[in-house]
């Protein structure tokens, strides 16, 4: 939830900015902004909308001889999205600032400013902090910023420049994430790894309650007692190309067609031969029950990897909501583990799920995709999924890989109930995974195809049972969140208590059936909407005859039954595709939308 980048170095700050910008927008777009410092003065340019129309807008100002600024992408929390509550914030002379979190005493804050005489000109707790620190500088930019900090509460990541330091970066963090880039001769500050990867790939990670002093030459940490920190400088893994759309019309396209290789490296980071999870710390033996948490998408993971684990393994498995789960007191035993799923690891419920679960000795694996997040460095253990940056908003790569972690837990779990053929042939059937989803991916032009026909529906619905009823959750969410267009999901034994009255001639109705043992019963319930005029779109395996009942039919191949599910998600979210695109929308930044949800 927003994005922040600063510059320090030799060339035109703006530029790199503006590309900063670009490649962090997946964070928010409801506005864009830059400060730098020019001619003895800070000068903003700052606009709502979208990065782009930052570009337009600095093409008429001079910000000339620049080398130095700070840049946001907003997605908007307190104040609506306008030119006016747009980033960067001045708090008054001397500070400048951007933020990502949210201020939450800023009420009490203002209060206190306003006793000053210090007036916002803006609706945001953003321009709040930027006045405390201004109120509190005494040109000592670092006591300043600690002393304002231990006044804030709530979360954030600030970039600040303060005019008498034209040359430097000041930043701090707390709940919200912040990596400072090195390079030659410049150094940066940026929310995520991929807006610092054209330039360098050197990185340090800020801890909370240290403040960053960064020149271009330079990069100190401070603790508040004004010691100086040692810190290990990290190469990402990461490399530029996978941060670019390398000829694909989107981001989300290219990270459909990237699933093969990137399923392909999570599974071999973690089986050779004959075992799984070899190296991992995690220990496999749970006496007590597994509680998954996590939101969204990764909730739907968690949802599947319910059902994976509970058919290999036996061992009961509870998910829930990360926003529910840390409010409801959940009941918790000394041997239960919590597993917390995350593609950014910086998700503020499901953090907050993992501090709870700690709180109460509860041993705790983060399943995260983002190296050396919030998550994998606060939960008890970590099981990486190797999907690489994901820049659209709406995840799939991200959440495959999940899911083929959760199969693999599963299996691991599972392991001491099968004969060792057994479980060799489920981890041979686990190294051809990646083939199936290649083959997958040759089912674009049928989605296509059947996308374009429903291109104006307003309403779809998904059902399956079990597993497949798991994939339908995400296959309509994809939908709904791209394309704009209402869906549900529905275990489909559950349609006829109420829902199926929304069935009229012409609905199209995506029916998922991989578990053969209940292909039988979500054909009758394929029949009752196909009665009621519902144009019913299977996802099955080829030897399915649904062709009495269903309009059309997509068919699957899969290495086994339970790794069936994870097949059955790429032609819907190429379906989802395809129809966000023909509406012509934002595929990649849908509206209201931002990527890491650092907010509850
Ligand atoms: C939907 C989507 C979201 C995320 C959710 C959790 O396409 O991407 O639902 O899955 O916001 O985010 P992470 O996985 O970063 O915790």
Known sequence: MCGIIGYTGEKYAPEILIQGLKKLEYRGYDSAGIAVSCNDDTVICKTQGKVDMLEKKLENINMRGSVCGIGHTRWATHGEPSDINSHPHSGGKNVTLVHNGIIENYIELKQMLAEKGMTPVSETDTEIAAMLIESLYDGDPVKTIFSAISQMHGSFALGIMFRDFPDTIFAVRRDSPLIIGVGENENFIASDIPAILPYTKKYYLMDENEVAVITKSQVAFTDENGRNIQKKLLTAAWDEQSAQKSGYKHFMLKEIHEQPKVVADTISAYKNKTELFEDCSFDFDITGRIYITACGSAMHAALLGKQMIEKLARIPVSVEIASEFRYNDPILDKDDIVIAISQSGETADTLAAVRLAKSK?????????????????????????????????????AYLCQTVVLAMLALRLGRHKMEDSQYCAELERLSSLSD????????????????????????????????????????????????????????????????????????????????????????????????????????????????????????????????????????????AYHIADGRGNDVDKPRNLAKSVTVE
């Open 361 to 397: 000795g509860i041993r705790t694996l983060g399943i995260v995709n983002v190296w050396g997040s919030t998550l994998a460095r606060e939960a008890d253990d970590v099981i990486y999924t190797y999907a690489g940056p994901e820049i659209c908003v709406a995840t799939t790569k």
């Open 436 to 575: 199936y989803i290649s083959k997958a991916l040759e089912l674009d032009d049928i989605c296509r195809q059947l996308a374009s026909k429903n291109l104006k529906a307003e309403h779809q619905f998904y059902i399956g049972r079990g597993q497949d009823y798991c994939v339908c959750t995400e296959a309509s969410l994809k939908l709904k969140e791209i394309s704009y267009v209402h869906s549900e999901s529905y275990a489909a034994g559950e349609l006829k208590h109420g829902t199926i009255s929304l069935i009229v001639d012409g609905t199209p109705v995506i029916a998922v059936m991989t578990d053969r043992s209940r292909i039988a019963k979500t054909i009758s319930n394929i029949k009752e909407v196909a009665s009621r005029g519902a144009a019913v779109i299977c996802v099955t395996y080829d030897d399915i005859d649904v062709s009495d009942f269903c309009r059309d039919k997509i068919v699957i191949d899969a290495p086994g039954e339970y790794l069936a599910p994870v097949i059955a998600n790429i032609p819907l979210q190429l379906y």
